[in-house]
């Protein structure tokens, strides 16, 4: 069975950090591009970390750029670091896995029609 499954959301404070996890099952996870989206309340869906496949460059949305990590693991995972949290970051995190060629990593996180599996997500709430 192919699926995606987050773990690790949670409440935290301004200026505090989670780091999310995502397992993938039934595919060979890093043969694709790995992408972070979230999707605050009332706002559209976005990428924010996307990790190309192949020469595993990445590419961060300027709003999280410096706070936020994407990287790989092993056991086909993948993971996202957080620090220095800010109420905007609130939103429901969602794992992707995209098997298209893009040419660049920023092209993955702005692709979002093209993900080809989705886990259904984890809660971030940054909260005082």
């Known amino acids: 069975q192919v699926q995606l499954v987050e773990s690790g959301g949670g409440l935290v404070h301004p200026g505090g950090s989670l780091r999310l996890s995502c397992t993938a099952s039934?595919?060979?996870?890093?043969?694709?591009?790995r992408a972070w989206f979230r999707q605050a309340p009332g706002k559209e869906r976005e990428g924010v970390a996307c990790l190309r496949r192949g020469d595993e460059t990445t590419y961060y949305a300027d709003s999280v750029k410096g706070r936020f990590t994407i990287s790989r693991g092993a056991n086909n995972t993948i993971y996202l670091q957080m620090n220095n949290l800010k109420l905007e970051d609130t939103a429901i995190y969602y794992c992707?896995?995209?098997?298209?060629?893009?040419?660049?990593?920023?092209?993955?996180?702005?692709?979002?029609?093209?993900?080809?599996?989705w886990g259904k997500g984890t809660l971030v709430t940054v909260s005082s």
């Open positions: 039934g595919f060979t996870l890093n043969l694709h591009g």
């Open positions: 992707a896995a995209d098997r298209n060629p893009y040419d660049v990593a920023s092209a993955l996180c702005r692709s979002e029609d093209q993900v080809d599996f």
